[in-house]
């Protein structure tokens, strides 16, 4: 019998899971704490944990990639979805027990993959090596990435993420492929934000200009254990058809950098740092009017259109003066203090 036809099987006749554990009892049986060192905090909430889950849409039959499981309480919430495969990716040797138990319980219906190893090192590409490719206008990829991810490199791993998506590579080389996250409730409000919010900023421009970004719902911190510091919003990104701008991410990254580095100044302080002290001043000016957009503007109100026209100017500024592509006004400062290290 095929996995499908088996999943179908399963899925008919009411399977579950056989009786587990509860995450709580897991987490005292192994004697599991959370370090606040690597931003650990569990959610021990079934409801909370299928609420994530569900927010990524029909994931039956689909592949997800589950990233820091911890001791498995998404991880559980998936399972119930009977996908075709689920890779999980946890730092952590202490909770691979729980995750092995997790494998070896559902393993009739789902081939579960456990990897060892830090998310930020691992290839998105070779977690599903049978799965189809989509066409990117086509529908959708059958393929999620799902995670509670740790606080001190969630925005680090979204941007590679969107980079990603850009260049069509990774997890989405399989097509457009889908992403649920939770992040610190200040961050998931950044990724969404519009136009003159409080909290626009890089984040919320490069997630517009490739993907469509919805902020599903909010959970409070006394759900977690320990308890932080703050709220955490669970965020869902699909990834564009056309994105706004044909520009290479990196160059867009670069700019948005510089664009929101100085939020409360006019945008072309920031702008201005993108070009040498010797041709500073003419070359910024000329970006503005090549954009068509207010150098005096401040950065929260420039609309993502006008952020790309900015980046796109400064992208054929430095296909005709190539001699700039690569200064960093921030270096000179950099070197001193390696130095005075």
């Given at each position: ?68 499981p911890g001791p498995g309480g998404i991880t559980r919430s998936i399972i119930r979805q009977f996908p075709r ?84 590579t990774g997890a989405w080389s399989f097509g457009r492929s889908s992403l649920t996250l939770t992040f610190q ?157």
């Amino acid at each position: 019998m095929s996995s499908s036809t088996a999943i179908k099987s399963l899925v008919k006749t009411g399977a579950r899971l056989p009786p587990l554990p509860t995450i709580r009892d897991l987490v005292r049986l192994y004697k599991l704490r959370a370090i606040k060192q690597l931003s650990q905090n569990f959610l021990m909430d079934e409801r909370l944990t299928n609420k994530i889950v569900r927010a990524a849409g029909n994931i039956k039959d689909n592949y997800v990639l589950e990233v820091g499981p911890g001791p498995g309480g998404i991880t559980r919430s998936i399972i119930r979805q009977f996908p075709r495969k689920l890779v999980v990716v946890e730092k952590d040797r202490r909770f691979l027990p729980t995750l092995e138990l997790l494998s070896e319980a559902s393993k009739d219906f789902l081939q579960m993959d456990i990897v060892r190893g830090d998310i930020l090192g691992y290839r998105t590409e070779q977690a599903f090596p049978d799965c189809p490719k989509t066409e990117w206008n086509d529908k959708r990829a059958p393929v999620h990435i799902i995670g509670n991810l740790p606080f001190a490199i969630s925005t680090r791993l979204l941007i590679n993420w969107l980079r990603e998506m850009s260049l069509q590579t990774g997890a989405w080389s399989f097509g457009r492929s889908s992403l649920t996250l939770t992040f610190q409730k200040e961050v998931a409000e950044r990724i969404v934000a519009p136009l003159l919010s409080e909290y626009r900023c890089r984040l919320s421009v490069m997630n517009q200009v490739w993907s469509k970004a919805e902020l599903k719902f909010i959970i409070p911190g006394k759900a977690f254990v320990p308890k932080p510091d703050v709220d955490v919003g669970v965020v869902t990104i699909i990834p564009m058809k056309t994105p706004l701008t044909t520009v290479h991410f990196d160059v867009v990254e670069k700019v948005m950098r510089h664009i929101f580095s100085m939020r409360q100044k006019y945008c072309r302080r920031g702008v201005a740092n993108l070009y040498p002290p010797e041709v500073r001043e003419e070359l910024t000016q000329l970006t503005f009017r090549m954009a068509n957009v207010d150098p005096l503007a401040r950065s929260f109100q420039l609309s993502t259109e006008e952020c790309l026209r900015i980046a796109e100017a400064y992208d054929q500024l430095v296909n005709s003066n190539p001699e700039i592509k690569d200064y960093n006004h921030r270096a000179p400062k950099q070197q001193l203090a390696d130095e005075d290290y």
